[in-house]
């Protein structure tokens, strides 16, 4: 039997998690970008504008200002241009198609890497690892 995900109720879980308050526009936003996978606060607004015909930009700015201090937003700056978002999740790469835009998440391991950096002498707090180019679709064209 195939388990459905209730996504109003993940979003609020993800909310309440953060002891934020549970409101329909943050829900919105979280499963706005959840269905997306990257996704700029242009597209984000022009999505929620129909569900919510009077919220402005300024709110939409202000969640996504509040969901990346919580650490449930991560802000992708991989392309030249607006900013995208994701929801937060396990450590990956990013593949940005330079004819296309499409933004796409690769999981692989950067432990090989940070191993090197780390017998120099250096102490990486993180990784970000951001790959150009074709993507499939663009290459079948």
């Given at each position: ?20 308050k ?51 937003l ?68």
């Amino acid at each position: 039997m195939m388990k459905t995900i209730d996504h109003k109720k993940a979003a609020m879980d993800i909310l309440r998690a953060k002891a934020l308050k549970v409101t329909p526009q943050r829900i919105a936003l979280i499963n706005e970008i959840s269905n997306a996978g990257h996704i700029s606060t242009d597209q984000i607004y022009k999505k929620m504008k129909n569900e919510f015909p009077s919220i402005s930009a300024a709110t939409i700015y202000k969640i996504i200002d509040i969901f990346l201090d919580k650490h449930i937003l991560k802000e992708i700056r991989i392309t030249a241009g607006k900013k995208r978002y994701e929801l937060k999740k396990e450590p990956h790469a990013h593949y940005a198609c330079t004819i296309c835009g499409q933004i796409s998440d690769l999981y692989l391991s950067s432990e090989d890497l940070l191993r090197q950096i780390r017998s120099k002498g250096y102490r990486p707090a993180g990784c970000e690892i951001y790959f150009y180019g074709s993507c499939p679709n663009c290459c079948d064209k």
